[in-house]
């Protein structure tokens, strides 16, 4: 086979592979910097740190017999996945920024690959392809990418629970909603607000599930009904009896530790009532209406350099994002006027992951809650520059143009992503809006 032949034949692979291998440099390069704490590792990290020395206190609600050192504090309030998955980045590479971050880094660059996947199987290898791209090139992903915090894993979590439910539409394969309610779990075992996950990845399932099996079928009368309960045994075990599971093992250094069930239930009541109980504000707190139009981004950290200045904002690739509300609400209008299935799951999934935040009983927000509606808001921008791209080669020039001046926003605002040192004097050049200080 000549080489063009076979650049013909695997193009989708290479140009993938490419994506991902400039996902990887981006993720990894410098990620040992800061060489310090920042923003929330002064939680994350350092239980993270403790879990990895065996520390049972990294599991617990520490006592006031159990202080951690000042500056710093136990992370107590989420589930331990998160925390687990750190700790195990420390016990590879070290007690060091790059072993804490390690693990986040690496599911940043296989959400490239994630991503892709779940645009292929809703779509087409165009879309897939073209979603990679503006997840590599997201700033909010890569700053998340590369700092001890947990939503990355669970912004990996539903691309795969999703992809899963995808898989189970076209197979009909009741393995595939099993493993859709294992990451269900796994979000939840990050973070509870992974629960909105479960909830409407279990509610598309079974949905499907009535379509395919009662609604498609023949059925009245006794048989019906016979149908209709026939889902619930499947829809328990995966999406309650699984979940769970995935859920109680990542408690299980917790009962290693001679940790009892009631203890358990004491540190679920003890979590809850602290999220429904937090009344303190934060200067980069923000509400849930603000978050597509990246009203309040996150100063995550600041270092004076002796006459430079590193910093790194929690701040999403503008372009990409008021972009993608215009595609978003092309997808609403679209939805409305003819049934797309693929298009209508991807634009529920949006307002599915967003909407609930609306009614949290969290009062404290932040820009990072909106990352899993963000990623269906990618792989809508995805869906119509796709359409754009096939129609003429006009088209295909300006999507390359719209991928150009993507990657290009995110080149110019990556010193303020990465902790570049800066003059002080181009600080006002990131700053666009005053609610951006």
Not at 159 to 179: C, D, G, Q
Not at 315 to 338: A, E, Q, S, Y
Request: contains cysteine.
């Amino acid at each position: 086979m000549s080489l063009r032949a076979l650049l013909q034949t695997y193009r989708v692979e290479i140009l993938l592979f490419l994506i991902i291998l400039i996902s990887f440099g981006l993720k990894f390069h410098r990620l040992e910097i800061p060489k310090n704490y920042y923003f929330d590792e002064v939680y994350y990290a350092f239980t993270a740190q403790e879990m990895a020395k065996g520390n049972k206190i990294a599991w617990q609600i520490p006592g006031v017999d159990n202080p951690a050192p000042e500056d710093l504090a136990y992370e107590w309030t989420h589930p331990p996945l998160g925390k687990e998955i750190s700790a195990v980045g420390i016990l590879i590479f070290g007690n060091n920024t790059f072993g804490w971050r390690f693990f986040q880094a690496l599911f940043g660059v296989l959400g490239t690959l994630f991503i892709f996947l779940l645009g292929r199987n809703l779509f087409n290898n165009g879309v897939g392809l073209i979603a990679a791209i503006l997840y590599t090139f997201e700033s909010l992903i890569f700053v998340l990418s590369r700092i001890t915090m947990v939503d990355i894993f669970m912004a990996n979590f539903v691309l795969l629970a999703s992809l899963f439910v995808v898989k189970y539409a076209k197979s009909r394969r009741t393995i595939f909603l099993l493993l859709a309610g294992a990451f269900c779990g796994a979000s939840m075992s990050i973070k509870w607000s992974g629960i909105y996950i479960a909830e409407f990845i279990a509610g598309v399932s079974f949905f499907l599930v009535y379509y395919f099996e009662v609604f498609s079928s023949d059925s009245e009368g006794r048989s019906y009904i016979r149908a209709v309960l026939n889902i619930f045994p499947r829809m328990i075990l995966a999406f309650i009896l699984v979940p769970l599971l995935i859920y109680a093992a990542s408690y299980i250094p917790f009962f290693y530790f001679g940790n009892s069930i009631g203890d358990f239930i004491n540190l679920q009541g003890s979590m809850f009532n602290y999220h429904k109980g937090v009344t303190e504000t934060h200067p980069y707190q923000s509400q849930w209406w603000q978050w597509p139009i990246l009203l309040k981004p996150i100063y995550l950290y600041f270092e004076d350099l002796g006459g430079k200045y590193a910093q790194i904002y929690a701040l999403g690739n503008p372009f990409i994002w008021w972009t993608g509300c215009l595609f978003l609400v092309l997808g609403v209008v679209n939805v409305i006027r003819k049934e797309s299935p693929a298009l209508i799951f991807v634009v529920v999934s949006v307002f599915a992951y967003w909407l609930p935040w609306a009614l949290s009983p969290r009062k404290i927000t932040f820009l990072y809650h909106f990352l899993p509606a963000l990623l269906f808001i990618l792989i809508i921008s995805a869906y119509y520059l796709n359409s754009l791209w096939k129609k003429s080669p006009f088209g295909k020039l300006i999507v390359v143009i719209y991928l150009l001046i993507a990657a290009g926003v995110f080149f110019y605002l990556y010193p303020v992503l990465a902790a570049v040192p800066i003059a002080p004097e181009s600080v006002g050049n990131y700053i666009w809006f005053q609610t951006w200080r």
